[in-house]
């Protein structure tokens, strides 16, 4: 299966990891800034490969080898645009989180795969940590009964050092803030478990310690779901000195859930009143991440590469990355508009918060 990676910055490592895991015919990588391509192969023993062709143009790649897979690792601004562009030239893509900046250009990607039966993934790795499958597998079996609540808390630290890396983060037009980079993961996760349908969303956010950036720092909101439960989220980059933690609750009236770690990937409490001898192997569990991205993209990649084989939808579809960014986005409303806001989201792009701080 013939892929190439457009974006070759700080996430793009895992992604080629992912790649080798799976066997993929690497066919070609594309950057603006053709040496960050060279780095990122380096990094992988690949740079005296030459069967990998080097791009700075990925219209022009794309254009000029026959892909079975994309994925797309750029800055967050362009996702939609170059997605819509391989969706359009019937190849499939990963997008990597969020889908889109806008609830339009998010809906047109989900209109448009489906319009011409290509396969699009949203690179919300997360799903596959063993901790969140664990979770969901009780979830489906309905071992929670009747949900109450939940809540995500995504307790991070991002410095001037981080935001120096790369020109493009921490602003409206080409990434938002906290909520919509760091913390997408753990807002994904909370709508998947307690119900995509929602009803209603109130969010405040602030820039409390990040004055360099034009987005927010910290996000806080409660979310009503039409199944009757509700939720809290917890977003910031502003935990002083490192990274502390990244947690999603679930409580249903049989079960008790805490996943923690970094990345919601160790289960810190496990209680379910019809316990099972597979309970104990589930407290406790810890699954060891090399960084806060954890281990999902090689699992993300195996699926995708199985849903274009078999002509299925990827586990993590284009659906899901559009309902974790339609989160984020109302959040980014309620805040602007300092009042509820209510689903679905029809018209609202991150760029609408400009000037917030």
């Not at 993934?121 to 596959?128: E, L, V």
């Not at 890396?165 to 807002?187: F, V, Y």
């Not at 478990?193 to 909101?221: C, K, P, S």
């Not at 939720?231 to 980059?237: D, H, N, Q």
């Amino acid at each position: 299966m013939k892929y190439a990676l457009i974006g070759c910055g700080r996430i793009a490592t895992n992604h080629v990891k992912a790649v080798i895991n799976n066997g993929l015919d690497f066919t070609a990588a594309c950057d603006v800034k053709m040496e960050q391509i060279e780095i990122l192969l380096a990094k992988h023993g690949l740079e005296k490969d030459t069967s990998i062709k080097r791009y700075s143009d990925y219209k022009k790649m794309i254009e000029e080898n026959d892909l079975d897979l994309v994925a797309i690792a750029t800055e967050s601004g362009i996702h939609a645009e170059i997605a819509l562009y391989c969706i359009d030239h019937g190849v499939n893509c990963i997008i990597e989180k969020p889908i889109a900046m806008s609830i339009q250009d998010a809906d047109e990607i989900v209109r448009r795969s489906e319009e011409k039966n290509v396969k699009v993934s949203a690179c919300h790795q997360n799903r596959f940590n063993v901790a969140v499958q664990e979770m969901r597998k009780a979830l489906e079996a309905g071992r929670f009964g009747k949900l109450s609540h939940g809540s995500v808390h995504v307790r991070w630290n991002r410095n001037e050092g981080y935001y120096a890396q790369a020109p493009w983060r921490g602003k409206w037009a080409s990434d938002g803030g906290a909520l919509m980079n760091q913390c997408i993961h753990g807002i994904d996760l909370l709508r998947w478990m307690i119900g995509d349908e929602i009803e209603e969303v109130y969010g405040q956010t602030r820039q409390q310690f990040h004055n360099y950036l034009e987005a927010e720092d910290i996000g806080m909101a409660v979310v009503k779901f039409k199944n009757g439960a509700i939720a809290t989220i917890e977003g910031t980059t502003n935990v002083y000195p490192e990274n502390l933690e990244e947690t999603l609750y679930l409580f249903g009236e049989t079960g008790t859930v805490k996943l923690g770690g970094t990345s919601t990937n160790n289960i810190d409490v496990w209680q379910f009143a019809d316990e099972t001898d597979n309970d104990n192997k589930n407290k406790g569990l810890e699954e060891a991440t090399s960084n806060v991205y954890g281990n999902g993209h090689t699992s993300l990649y195996a699926d995708m590469i199985d849903a274009i084989e078999n002509d299925r939808k990827p586990y993590v579809d284009a659906v899901a990355g559009r309902n974790a960014l339609e989160l984020v986005l109302a959040i980014y409303q309620s805040q602007k508009d300092e009042k509820i806001v209510k689903l679905p989201l029809e018209n609202f792009s991150a760029i609408e918060m400009a000037g917030e701080f």
